[in-house]
């Protein structure tokens, strides 16, 4: 694997590109700012360190476009001053509704939770992963990149008779993950303007509302139920720093939910409230996050069972991917790392072996 990164300058044109591409064109629906998202969260997966290319497939990025507007597509409640309550689906382009928005309700209504929809819908799952995939080459992938009819062949070069999916160029992967927070913050600030100002959805919002929490918040799965498994492998102690576990138990998003904002099993342990607020959205220090991996290492079964059977999503090579996406760019930024009970001190400089 080559080591070698992307030269600075090419680092600085690929923001002023994506600042460009942002702020250009017009656009009739949010499929774009979904792209980019989705190229941002396959280029984190992929574990690249380098300048390396990245083919993506357009069934990849029907899965992640699948996870963005699956909570999207669920009725958005609407409290009205005199206490009525409405509640509708978002639209989601200036036209019609979006054809994927569509697609996903039509799943829905069998079943709502995205997770077991995938493991006990498997046919409707892969029929609508298709159909999705087809609407991105078809759309989004086909005029990201090309808003005023320019042709630009930047982040990837696009072949109308290439079915299969893209090929991000050299060092693109490697900027859209170490870019990933300023464009993930900027896709989702417009992506919520342009909900808000989308006439279909005028109706809704006469009065402030916080949209951008239903849009990109945290979803509402219960993770209580996965106390039971966690109690046991962590011996009813807190993660952190140790001390038995009484009624304050908290499910923790090991790699913050800031930082990555996604539900996988392998990231979830317990910690006493205490520790949950002091570590806010820092990451836990060197050796904490030796002791997760070396937990998942030994659990990796268990965690798998146990949560896919109460509906989350489990992978542990990519939960492990994700980590050390986050604690590479912590280590290159200089960031301050957490432990218990309150100390906050600048992560040092290696990487735990990752060979566990
Ligand atoms: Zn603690």
Same mark, same amino acid.
């Given at each position: 694997?080559?080591? *070698?990164?992307?030269?600075?300058?090419?680092?600085?044109?690929?923001?002023?590109?994506? %600042?460009?591409?942002?702020?250009?064109?017009?656009?009739?629906?949010?499929?774009?700012?979904?792209?980019?998202?989705?190229? #941002?969260?396959?280029?984190?997966?992929?574990?690249?360190?380098?300048?390396?290319?990245?083919?993506?497939?357009?069934?990849?990025?029907? &899965?992640?476009?699948?996870?963005?507007?699956?909570?999207?597509?669920?009725?958005?409640?609407?409290?009205?001053?005199?206490?009525?309550?409405?509640?509708?689906?978002?639209?989601?382009?200036?036209?019609? %509704?979006?054809?994927?928005?569509?697609?996903?309700?039509?799943?829905?209504?069998?079943?709502?939770?995205?997770?077991?929809?995938? #493991?006990?819908?498997?046919? &409707?799952?892969?029929?609508?992963?298709?159909?999705?995939? %087809? /609407?991105?080459?078809?759309?989004?992938?086909? +005029?990201?990149?090309?808003?005023?009819?320019? &042709?630009? /062949?930047?982040?990837?070069?696009?072949?109308?008779?290439?079915?299969?999916?893209?090929?991000?160029?050299?060092?693109?992967?490697?900027? $859209?993950?170490?870019?990933?927070?300023?464009?993930?913050?900027?896709?989702?600030?417009?992506?919520?303007?342009?909900?808000?100002?989308?006439?279909?959805?005028?109706?809704?919002?006469?009065?402030?509302? *916080?949209?951008?929490?239903?849009?990109?918040?945290?979803?509402?799965?219960? $993770?209580?139920?996965?106390?039971?498994?966690?109690?046991?492998?962590?011996?009813?102690?807190?993660?952190?720093?140790?001390?038995?576990?009484?009624?304050?138990?908290?499910?923790?998003?090991?790699?913050?939910?800031?930082?990555?904002?996604?539900?996988?099993?392998?990231? +979830?342990?317990?910690?006493?409230?205490?520790?949950?607020?002091?570590?806010?959205?820092?990451?836990?220090?060197?050796?904490?996050? &030796?002791?997760? $991996?070396?937990?998942?290492?030994?659990?990796?079964?268990?965690?798998?069972? +146990?949560?896919?059977?109460?509906?989350?999503?489990?992978?542990?090579?990519?939960?492990?991917?994700?980590?050390?996406?986050?604690?590479?760019?912590?280590?290159?930024?200089?960031?301050?790392?957490?432990?218990?009970?309150? %100390?906050?001190?600048?992560?040092?400089?290696?990487?735990?072996? $990752?060979?566990?």
């Amino acid at each position: 694997m080559t080591t *070698d990164i992307p030269a600075f300058d090419f680092q600085i044109k690929f923001i002023k590109y994506i %600042q460009w591409l942002l702020e250009s064109g017009s656009y009739t629906s949010t499929y774009k700012f979904a792209l980019l998202m989705s190229l #941002v969260n396959v280029a984190i997966e992929s574990g690249i360190h380098g300048n390396e290319t990245l083919f993506i497939s357009y069934e990849h990025l029907a &899965e992640q476009y699948i996870k963005l507007y699956w909570k999207q597509s669920l009725p958005y409640t609407h409290n009205h001053s005199s206490n009525e309550e409405t509640a509708f689906i978002l639209s989601q382009n200036t036209g019609r %509704q979006a054809a994927i928005i569509n697609s996903i309700v039509e799943l829905q209504a069998k079943q709502a939770n995205i997770n077991k929809a995938k #493991v006990h819908h498997t046919q &409707e799952w892969q029929a609508l992963k298709k159909s999705v995939a %087809q /609407t991105i080459r078809k759309y989004p992938a086909k +005029f990201l990149q090309t808003p005023e009819n320019i &042709e630009r /062949t930047f982040l990837y070069h696009y072949d109308d008779k290439n079915n299969k999916g893209v090929l991000l160029n050299q060092g693109i992967a490697y900027c $859209l993950a170490h870019f990933s927070h300023i464009i993930f913050k900027l896709c989702q600030q417009y992506w919520t303007d342009f909900v808000r100002s989308n006439k279909h959805n005028h109706l809704v919002f006469d009065q402030d509302t *916080d949209l951008r929490h239903f849009l990109f918040g945290q979803s509402r799965q219960a $993770l209580s139920s996965l106390l039971p498994m966690l109690i046991d492998i962590q011996d009813c102690q807190c993660f952190y720093c140790g001390r038995p576990l009484s009624k304050d138990m908290e499910v923790d998003h090991f790699i913050p939910w800031s930082k990555y904002p996604n539900d996988t099993a392998h990231n +979830f342990v317990l910690a006493d409230r205490r520790c949950n607020n002091a570590r806010r959205d820092y990451l836990a220090d060197i050796p904490f996050y &030796e002791r997760w $991996l070396h937990r998942n290492s030994i659990y990796h079964q268990e965690i798998n069972s +146990f949560a896919i059977g109460k509906g989350f999503v489990a992978n542990y090579n990519k939960t492990k991917k994700i980590s050390e996406w986050a604690y590479n760019l912590a280590i290159e930024n200089g960031d301050l790392v957490w432990q218990p009970p309150k %100390q906050l001190e600048i992560i040092s400089k290696a990487m735990p072996s $990752l060979s566990l």
